[in-house]
């Protein structure tokens, strides 16, 4: 395999993305693609764990799911992820 190959990332639609698995520049695409794969499946509670770090991710996930459509409520995991995680409300 070369470095320009490309693999295909399966995720599992089960109503949790971890997005350390992604480049953060990714971010905010893999959430759009996932909220849909989420409302195709009839999961309308979704957790995205983006991690505590700086922020960054957490404000770029936000930021997308104020202008979702989709999207009824989200707000930071009041349990012990706390501020590493997002759960989120889809309409349904």
């Known amino acids: 395999m070369t470095p320009d190959d490309t693999v ?3 995720i599992p639609i089960d109503g949790v ?3 350390h698995a992604f480049a953060p520049q990714d ?3 893999v959430v759009e693609e996932y909220l849909g794969a989420c409302l195709d499946k009839g999961i309308y509670e979704v957790r995205i764990i983006h ?3 700086i922020g960054a991710l957490r404000r770029t996930v936000h930021a997308l799911l104020e202008r979702h459509p989709s999207v009824i409520s989200f707000g930071l995991d009041p349990g012990p992820s706390g501020w590493g995680t997002t759960l ?3 309409k349904d």
């Open 27 to 29: 971010a905010a695409s």
């Open 88 to 90: 989120v409300r889809l």
């Open 17 to 19: 993305l971890d997005l």
């Open 51 to 53: 991690g505590k770090g």
């Open 8 to 10: 295909p990332f399966i």
